[in-house]
């Protein structure tokens, strides 16, 4: 009888179960705030490389002098400043005709920083999808950026790359212009 009671009186006792409860939840509702925190930051740090490029391409279409090689890599440090990233970001400009009699986008000039490979005929397609319909002989500057995101847990083996394209039309000039040699 009394090992009976016993047994009741500890399947009746409730004392303790609070601390065993918190022991098993909190790591579980500390792994989910961070989770959260960490897609938050995934996805600030794409809305300000968006953003980035949109100002890289305003920047580009105001512009009525040549540009060279030196303006490009300046404009990669102003997209370092703008997404404020420590990693690694690379910008590729093209600029694109639109020929209406032949249908087809002729690629006027492209420049890439950071190693990146320049849009040629060849590579032109793959940018053609983004072009939005240009009238005849019309050109439009395509601005290509890339910026690597580790999140700061670096759950990631390797970092990922937010990519993004912008096409703006020249606005006080007819076309950008490469600085020739």
Same mark, same amino acid.
């Given at each position: 009888?009394?090992? /009976?009671?016993?047994?009741? /009186?500890?399947?009746?006792?409730?004392?303790?179960?609070?601390?065993?409860?918190?022991?098993?939840?909190?790591?579980?509702?500390?792994?989910?705030?961070?989770?959260?925190?960490?897609?938050?930051?995934?996805?600030?740090?794409?809305?300000?490389?968006?953003?980035?490029?949109?100002?890289?391409?305003?920047?580009?279409?105001?512009?009525?002098?040549?540009?060279?090689?030196?303006?490009?890599?300046?404009?990669?440090?102003?997209?370092?400043?703008?997404?404020?990233?420590?990693?690694?970001?690379?910008? /590729?400009?093209?600029?694109? /005709?639109?020929?209406?009699?032949?249908?087809?986008?002729?690629?006027?000039?492209?420049?890439?920083?950071?190693?990146?490979?320049?849009?040629?005929?060849?590579?032109?397609?793959?940018?053609?999808?983004?072009?939005?319909?240009?009238?005849?002989?019309?050109?439009?500057?395509?601005?290509?950026?890339?910026?690597?995101?580790?999140? *700061?847990?670096?759950?990631?083996?390797?970092?990922?790359?937010?990519?993004?394209?912008?096409?703006?039309?020249?606005? *006080?000039?007819?076309?950008?212009?490469w600085e020739s040699a």
């Amino acid at each position: 009888m009394k090992f /009976r009671n016993k047994i009741k /009186r500890f399947s009746d006792d409730s004392f303790g179960g609070l601390s065993v409860e918190a022991v098993m939840i909190i790591p579980l509702l500390l792994w989910a705030f961070l989770g959260l925190f960490v897609l938050f930051d995934s996805f600030h740090a794409k809305a300000t490389n968006v953003k980035a490029s949109a100002m890289i391409g305003d920047l580009l279409s105001r512009e009525t002098n040549e540009i060279n090689a030196a303006y490009m890599d300046g404009l990669n440090d102003v997209l370092d400043f703008l997404t404020h990233s420590p990693h690694d970001t690379i910008m /590729r400009v093209s600029v694109v /005709r639109y020929d209406g009699a032949e249908d087809e986008h002729i690629l006027v000039w492209s420049h890439a920083t950071a190693g990146k490979e320049m849009i040629t005929e060849g590579t032109l397609s793959t940018i053609v999808p983004h072009i939005p319909v240009v009238q005849d002989a019309g050109s439009v500057i395509v601005v290509e950026t890339w910026m690597a995101y580790v999140p *700061f847990l670096n759950i990631a083996i390797e970092p990922l790359w937010f990519q993004n394209t912008v096409v703006t039309s020249p606005r *006080f000039a007819p076309q950008l212009k490469w600085e020739s040699a």
